[in-house]
């Protein structure tokens, strides 16, 4: 028995290193596309219309390979509160990329950099109060993990605050209200994403959005071969990024899985240093140490608590 419980717990935590690739492949892709996508939204002919529909039918032709792999929908989904939850999904997510694409194209990253790092604590909040209502959402309710990713958004929060953020105008608005609508989305798909492959789930969703939005904006401009080629390689990242997203929910929850993904702006933050020669402030080093510190810990409780859980099974 004993040698049973030995077994199984290394065998555990073997396979529990995968749960150290989330943190870091889904950070680095996050960082990255917002990166380039910051860039393209910078080209003279982009504006946050025809970005929306030319990025989402690139996300859409990049998946359809993959769809002949891994497309699965199952019967539930198709049940008319599953479609009603997709439908918001949809709707959450075309608002929420409206608005932010709107505010990064009119204001300066530097005035909308700390309420676009509003998103991960709207996620982890929104998902923990759904907890007391619905038991799809039990888990989420752990308050050790929910300490940590608070402690982790305010460290996050804190390090970009200054003094001139506090003015308001209709783009600072517009992306505070575009974290809260992708944190309701992204909350809401744990309802529905176990009947769906997260390819195909990411695909329906995407290529809906892109059919209401070239029926609204039908845009006509012509980009430039190194706009669709980035436009291209942030699709791909996008769809990597969300395949990982929606793997973290599923399987360990959405407030520790935003909890790990809150390690990206400290990878923004080390490319900028790269690639943009920029400065890092003490703050922000600051802040890094605690996120990582947080995701750290963060990794160990559940580490823990999934091993206990077997010995208790197995005993």
């Keep these: 028995m004993l040698f049973k419980v030995f077994k199984n717990t290394i065998s555990h935590i073997i396979k529990g290193e995968n749960m150290f690739w989330i943190p870091l492949s889904g950070a680095i892709a996050e960082a990255s596309g917002n990166v380039i996508e910051k860039k393209i939204l910078k080209c003279p002919e982009i504006n946050y219309k025809n970005y929306t529909v030319y990025g989402f039918l690139a996300i859409v032709l990049l998946s359809i390979p993959l769809l002949f792999f891994y497309w699965d929908i199952k019967s539930e989904a198709y049940a008319p509160i599953n479609l009603l939850i997709l439908f918001g999904v949809i709707i959450f997510s075309l608002i929420a990329n409206l608005l932010v694409f709107y505010s990064l194209k009119r204001e300066s990253l530097t005035e909308l950099e700390p309420i ?5 604590l709207f996620t982890i909040l929104i998902a923990f109060c759904l907890s007391f209502f619905f038991i799809d959402y039990a888990s989420e309710r752990n308050y050790s993990i929910l300490i940590l990713g608070l402690i982790a958004s305010f460290a996050l ?12 105008n209709k783009y600072i608005l ?15 798909s744990k309802f529905i994403l176990v009947y769906y492959s997260s390819i195909t789930f990411y695909f329906i969703r995407c290529l809906l959005i892109f059919i209401i939005t070239l029926i609204i904006f039908h845009p006509r401009t012509v980009l430039k071969t190194k706009t669709k080629i980035l436009t291209l390689i942030t699709a791909g990242i996008w769809i990597f990024y969300r395949t990982i997203l929606y793997y973290g929910y599923m399987r360990y929850g959405v407030v520790f899985t ?3 993904f809150i390690l990206t702006p400290v990878f923004i933050f080390i490319f900028a240093k790269i690639f943009l020669k920029e400065k890092i402030g003490i703050r922000n080093i600051i802040s890094s140490i605690i996120i990582v510190a947080c995701v750290a810990i963060a990794i160990i409780i559940q580490e823990h608590n999934a091993i206990i859980s077997i010995i208790r099974s197995l005993i």
């Design 258 to 260: 935003t909890l790990l």
């Design 116 to 120: 676009r790092l509003m998103q991960p």
């Design 157 to 168: 929060i804190g390090a970009h605050i200054r003094k001139h953020h506090i003015k308001l």
């Design 174 to 188: 517009a992306a505070l209200l575009g974290s809260l609508f992708f944190s309701v989305e992204m909350v809401i």
